[in-house]
Antibody, heavy 119, light 109 residues
Framework: QVQLQQSGPGLVKPSETLSLTCTVS??????????WTWIRQPPGKGLEWIGY???????NYNPSLQSRVTISVDTSKNHFSLRLNSVTAADTAVYYC???????????WGQGTLVNVSS | SSELTQDPAVSVALGQTVRITCQGD??????ASWYQQKPGQAPVLVIY???NRPSGIPDRFSGSSSGNTASLTITGAQAEDEADYYC????????????FGGGTKLTVL
């Protein structure tokens, strides 16, 4: 059973870069089954799709974040990562990694990381 | 429109049946998936492909669809079903692959 484990800091200063990693266990990040995705949820609000990476390296980003976001995959470490540049308080949210399978549903999720953007 | 619209809040008496709906143009073409999210926890997939349940999801959860509306029905709601429920689907607008509804807070009375 594929599981996702997130890691990364919970506090980032304004204008700096948010970096999170999602490690895949019980399977390979290169299995071709999942679109490896990042989703965020501001406090008290709904879910917002950030972007995905496929094992081929193909990426797709939310147009509202595209200029600031990079998602990458490291097959040697079996993980994928999120970088969000030039953060502001509006980027404060719980960030989730997730996998979208062939059924177009997000059937696996990381535990979530609350990232506060504050000086 | 690429949006999915959900009622912000719905309530149901314990043991009764409740339907949570999701509306959007995308749903005329794509199936909806449904997620349950309890406070402080990650979302959990409860319905995909319109009416399929992942392993471990109770059969009181069911899905249906008609036109631009997808529905999640809980038959015999339990106290532990109190949660936020989100729908999502592929997005027909082409702006991004997926879109989420705003979520419905379900209260079990």
């Amino acid at each position: 059973q594929v599981q996702l484990q997130q890691s990364g800091p919970g506090l980032v200063k304004p204008s700096e870069t948010l970096s999170l990693t999602c490690t895949v266990s019980g399977g390979s990040v290169s299995n071709g089954v999942y679109y490896w995705t990042w989703i965020r949820q501001p406090p008290g609000k709904g879910l917002e799709w950030i972007g995905y990476i496929y094992y081929t390296g193909s990426t797709n980003y939310n147009p509202s974040l595209q200029s600031r976001v990079t998602i990458s995959v490291d097959t040697s470490k079996n993980h994928f990562s999120l970088r969000l540049n030039s953060v502001t308080a509006a980027d404060t949210a719980v960030y989730y990694c997730a996998g979208a399978g062939k059924n177009d549903a997000f059937d696996i999720w990381g535990q979530g990381t609350l990232v506060n953007v504050s000086s | 429109s690429s949006e999915l619209t959900q009622d912000p809040a719905v309530s149901v008496a314990l043991g009764q049946t409740v339907r949570i709906t999701c509306q959007g143009d995308s749903l005329r073409t794509y199936y909806a998936s449904w997620y349950q999210q309890k406070p402080g926890q990650a979302p959990v997939l409860v319905i995909y492909g319109r009416k399929n349940r992942p392993s471990g999801i109770p059969d009181r959860f069911s899905g249906s669809s008609s036109g631009n509306t997808a529905s999640l029905t809980i038959t015999g709601a339990q106290a532990e079903d109190e949660a936020d429920y989100y729908c999502n689907s592929r997005d027909i607008s082409g702006n991004h692959p997926w879109v989420f509804g705003g979520g419905t807070k379900l209260t079990v009375l």
